[in-house]
């Protein structure tokens, strides 16, 4: 049975401590706040709420967040 390797190193999202209701900024979409996380290393997810753009739900391990 063919398993995923465990993650050698945390992602930048985890260093940035993220956590719910989080305000975070987005090149393209903006201000946000962070409504939800889970997963954990690289497949850590959050969900945020953007003023202009709504709910997304973005891979930490990709998604170009700034916590402000």
Wanted: aromatic share 6%; no cysteine.
């Amino acid at each position: 049975m063919w398993q995923r390797p465990a993650a050698a190193t945390t992602t930048g999202a985890q260093l940035m401590g993220l956590r719910v209701g989080d305000d975070v900024r987005h090149a393209k979409w903006g201000e946000g706040v962070v409504l939800d996380l889970s997963g954990q290393g690289d497949d850590l997810q959050a969900t945020v709420r953007f003023r202009d753009e709504g709910e997304k739900h973005l891979l930490l391990a990709w998604a170009p967040l700034e916590k402000i």
